[in-house]
């Protein structure tokens, strides 16, 4: 699915115009996206969470050539599903 198709389905659903669902869902993940990068979780009940993760360093090897090499900390998003959901998914949700 894209992110056309879940503003056509918006569109479809609410009877926003196009154009509005489109822009909304624009909205939706620009507040998504500069909270997840200031840090900060993201919590929606029903569906699950977001959360930014800090990698440390770590030893590695390039598989091409078997050297050692040490990759860099980083920063990573995870999503963990709520129980809901994961229900749905595993066809024990009712609706």
């Known amino acids: 699915m894209t992110k ?9 659903k609410l009877g ?3 154009k509005e ?4 869902l624009e ?4 507040i998504l996206k500069k909270t ?3 840090g900060e979780k993201i919590k929606i009940a029903g ?7 800090q990698k440390a360093d770590r030893r590695g090897r390039n598989p091409q050539t ?8 980083r920063r990573i998003l995870t999503f963990k599903p709520s129980n809901v959901l994961r229900e749905k998914i595993n066809g024990n949700g009712k609706k």
């Not at 909205?27 to 620009?30: Q, S």
């Not at 078997?66 to 900390?73: F, R």
């Open 16 to 18: 926003f115009t196009k």
């Open 36 to 38: 997840l990068s200031s």
């Open 21 to 24: 669902s489109a822009e909304l």
């Open 47 to 53: 569906f699950g969470n977001f959360e930014i993760k």
């Open 66 to 73: 078997g050297e050692a090499i040490t990759i860099e900390a």
């Open 4 to 12: 056309a198709d879940i503003a056509e389905r918006i569109h479809t």
């Open 27 to 30: 909205g939706v993940f620009a």
